[in-house]
């Protein structure tokens, strides 16, 4: 799992490390990387396909 984060671009790390292992909320996240709370939700989105196909070998 940690290989698969770390192909994240940094940005999507960020927010799926803040939001799926330190539980903050989209607006704690826009607010400390300084963004939109939208922003965060698409980045955390795009951060959960991305894992998924990276973690699809292992299903």
């Known amino acids: 799992m940690s290989e698969a984060v770390g192909q994240l671009t940094p ?3 960020a927010v799926w ?3 799926e292992v330190h539980g903050r ?4 996240i826009a607010h ?4 939109r709370p ?3 939700r698409g980045r955390l989105s ?4 991305q ?3 990276l973690m ?3 299903h």
């Not at 909320?25 to 704690?28: A, N, T």
């Not at 400390?32 to 963004?35: F, K, L, V």
């Open 32 to 35: 400390i990387i300084g963004t």
């Open 46 to 49: 795009r951060a959960r396909v």
């Open 11 to 13: 940005n999507q790390r």
């Open 51 to 53: 894992l998924a196909e």
């Open 17 to 19: 490390l803040l939001h």
């Open 38 to 40: 939208a922003s965060v």
């Open 56 to 58: 699809s070998p292992w």
């Open 25 to 28: 909320s989209y607006e704690e």
